[in-house]
């Protein structure tokens, strides 16, 4: 492995654009983001990205990286690299803003809508609610609370890709989160936003969210049990309400 | 909202049908596998298979379970590729109708036949 | 200048999505065999000899190979039906891609069996 020099090819533009290439020296510990900010402060001042921590905590850099939607600071160039090619592009499934930075509205929007969001009904003069750490509906919560919002999943799933307004493995995850948080008083709500025709049920356990979330979260099942949870109230009625 | 709620409904109750189906197919196929294998050997005649089923209630039975279930879980699948690849108006629900005709007709006349063995 | 780049088969080149693939390709192959299948079972209203007269029209190979593959594509679907079974009702156990590799080897496996069995 004596090359020296990476041939990086990089989106440039928005919705329309051309690959550009450009030659960055190679070193051994290289992350991807390592690259795109050599050729951002080096090569081109003109290129737009995003990063923040660097350290794989905040999800901001993430990009699609020879096709796959990875956190680049947390890619190392020397595990993915083919010959001497790279190819670095904005996250699939989510408008460009400029280069390789999207617009996030859309996947915040959908959290939304899918009432990721928690509502409780206790004041600061209530006593706490006692939650049981061991219980079942919170360890299946737990499973799924360490999300960043960083869009790889979303920018992964071809059912966000086909079918525009489906709410998206990020968003459906929270809302699984939240239908196991007893102290979330939306749950019909929350039921009602993820039957709807662009909910859970257009999930094909295609995998490729649970394939690529960078903290192995696994949407795949906060979505099966979202299935489960919505087909039951829509057959049987749930224990909040009649859907 | 009343009419986006009852489309909800209506997909999750469809997702729902398929799924039980999908369960009653389940083990439906698999004997139905283990008859394939155990049928076929030295050739298949109409004798043969007339052989089995005629006068058969518990075969007759079987494929009839058999043929609802395929009746349900078939067009449902066909009508999430359809409305997925091309649109979702009259011509995808049309088909996944037609299917499911086709399939509850023809299936039933199949286990009538093999049942009764022409004799009617 | 061009259109900026989708998801392409990069992204979805894992075995979930190929076990998905699989799936959704032997269901429909199978969904458009069904009604022929029982068309030719319905045969069997004209009794024996009538039946047997439209059986042989199945004598070409063409036929006794779609026969072959369609076993497989049922064993594929039935195996790969379980998984999702197994993924939507069942405990939790990631994207059991052990079932996946099951449907394979159970539909290689299902079409030497046919070969074997078959006259």
Redesign the interface.
Known sequence: MSNTVLKVTV?R??????FVEYLVPRNPNQTVLDVVTYIQRKLDPTLSYRFACRVGMCGSCAM?V????RWTCRTHVSQIVKGDSLEI??L??LP?IKDLATDMREFFNKWKGAVGFFKGDKSRYDDFVKVEPQSTERKLADAGIECIGCAVCYA?C?VV???PNYLGPAALNRAWTLTNDVRDVQQLDRL?AV???E?C??C?????C??RCPKKL?P??GI?GL??L??R???RGSKWGK? | MGQ??S???L??????AQRISAMVLGLCVSIHLIIIFYAIRGGLSAEEILGRTQGNIAFALFYEIFVLACFVHAPIGLA?ILQ?NFSKGFISQGLSWLLAALILILGSTAVIGVYSGGNI | ????????????S?L??FA?VCH?FSGLLLACFIPLHFLMLSQSLRGASGFERYLGLTDFWVFKFGEWALVILLAIHLVGGIR?LM???GP?R??RKAWTQLAILFGIACGLLFLYLAN
């Open positions: 989106w533009g928005a919705q329309e654009g051309e699609t020879d096709g796959v939607a592009a904005p699939n499934n460009v992964s071809e890709a086909s079918r009602r039957a709807g025709d909910g049920h257009a094909h356990s295609h995998g490729s649970t394939e696994e795949t099942a099966s299935k489960k919505v087909a109230a829509a057959v859907l | 986006v709620m489309q909800g409904v997909q999750a109750k469809l997702w729902y999430n997925e | 200048m061009r259109s900026r780049p989708k998801l392409d088969l990069r992204a979805k894992h979930s999505y998905y959704r999702l993924i939507e009702f939790w990631g994207l």
